[in-house]
């Protein structure tokens, strides 16, 4: 399984799109979400797509800004951000699952940055 974040930047506000190309695995059959880390905390959770009921979760901070996507087709997840904030700078990772504990033996990529400045 690997995962390889791209997409991230400096922007003063506006938007950016995030990918995560999956291989190892077929994407349409799998839960996945993702997550991002700030400087000096902890990694949270950022959003959730189910493979089957195409449900999508958001962590109340992103709520009707960000959007998570698929394409089956090109095994990507993406996350489109739009309205950025100061607050969402942080670097960004994909991974499989509903929590990341569910496939804890997957190696984390190497994430994408995400700064926004004020």
């Known amino acids: 399984v690997q995962l390889v974040e791209s997409g991230g930047g400096l922007q003063p506000g506006g938007s950016l799109r995030l990918s995560c190309a999956a291989s190892?695995?077929?994407?349409?059959?799998?839960?996945m979400s993702w997550y991002r880390q700030a400087p000096g905390k902890e990694r949270e959770f950022v959003a959730h797509?189910?493979?089957?009921?195409?449900?999508?979760i958001y962590t109340e901070s992103v709520q009707g800004r960000f959007t998570i996507h698929r394409d089956n087709a090109k095994n990507t997840v993406y996350l489109q951000m739009d309205s950025l904030k100061p607050e969402d700078t942080a670097v960004y990772y994909c991974h499989r699952g509903r929590d990341w504990s569910q496939y804890a033996g997957d190696n984390w990529g190497q994430g994408t940055q995400v700064t926004v400045s004020s």
């Open positions: 190892g695995f077929s994407l349409n059959i799998f839960d």
């Open positions: 797509d189910n493979a089957v009921a195409a449900q999508k």
